[in-house]
């Protein structure tokens, strides 16, 4: 299958900083990229909808500005955490399509946040 | 709005007992199914997918079959191995509902046991 990286897949910030996380698709161009959050023992909660060069399409509930997406090209996409606080500490993974349509998705491996 | 409900876990087994992880669902159009892995510290992998009814997706032992009339789509194996251990998430794409993001469910922790 295609491959779909995520940097870092851990980090570690203090709390009121800014931490970005990129996504990219080494061997395919992807049309569309999805922000899933995991919390503990809980399932993926879809974040956004990125499509190349327009605006992400948010989910209920998730905050715009403190989640800013990218998708500038179509091999990356970047999710920046803007000031975040402890209880944004979560695990984050990008999925990554080509083309529209109800092709597959693949993952990238997940970024561990921790906000200290 | 679509949703996936499956069972709770967790899930503990011995090496070699057969394995069902149930699975149904709920969606305006007609989905597609998929069972995804995650392995500790790991993303997602996609175990197996069914596009249409009747549909058996299989893999690594594993296989579910796409059943509409009970809108489930239930993951089995016959006989697990430690390496199994892992979060198994049933989820569906719905192009009827307007999109292919895919919703998922709870996910189920298996741990098998020598």
């Known amino acids: 299958g295609a491959v779909v990286s995520q940097h870092p897949s851990r980090v570690i910030c203090k709390s009121g900083t800014s931490v970005k996380i990129e996504c990219r698709s080494l061997?395919?161009?992807?049309?569309?990229m999805f922000w899933y959050r995991q919390f503990p023992k809980q399932s993926l909660m879809l974040m956004a909808t990125s499509n190349e060069g327009s605006k992400a399409t948010y989910e209920q509930g998730v905050e715009k500005d403190k989640f800013l997406i990218n998708h500038a090209s179509l091999t990356l996409s970047t999710l920046t955490v803007t000031s975040a606080h402890p209880e944004d500490s979560s695990f984050y993974i990008c999925?990554?399509?080509?083309?529209?349509?109800?092709?597959?998705?693949?993952f990238g491996q997940g970024t561990r946040l921790t906000v200290v | 709005g679509d949703s996936v409900t499956q069972m709770e876990g967790p899930v503990t087994l011995s090496e070699e007992a057969f394995l069902t992880i149930n699975c149904t669902y709920t969606?305006?159009?007609?989905?597609?199914l998929f069972w995804y892995v995650q392995y500790p510290g790991e993303g997602l992998q996609l175990l197996l997918k069914?596009?249409?009814?009747?549909d058996k997706g299989s893999n690594k032992g594993f296989e579910a079959t796409y059943r509409k009339e009970t809108t489930s789509f239930h993951l089995e194996k016959g006989s697990v191995q430690v390496s199994d251990s892992a979060v198994y998430f049933c989820?569906?794409?719905?192009?009827?509902?307007?999109?292919?993001?895919?919703?998922f469910g709870k996910g189920t922790k298996l741990s098998v046991i020598p």
């Open positions: 999925s990554a399509k080509q083309g529209t349509g109800n092709t597959e998705a693949f």
């Open positions: 989820a569906l794409s719905d192009p009827g509902a307007g999109s292919y993001q895919l919703t």
């Open positions: 069914a596009t249409k009814a009747d």
């Open positions: 061997d395919f161009q992807a049309t569309t």
């Open positions: 969606a305006t159009g007609y989905p597609s």
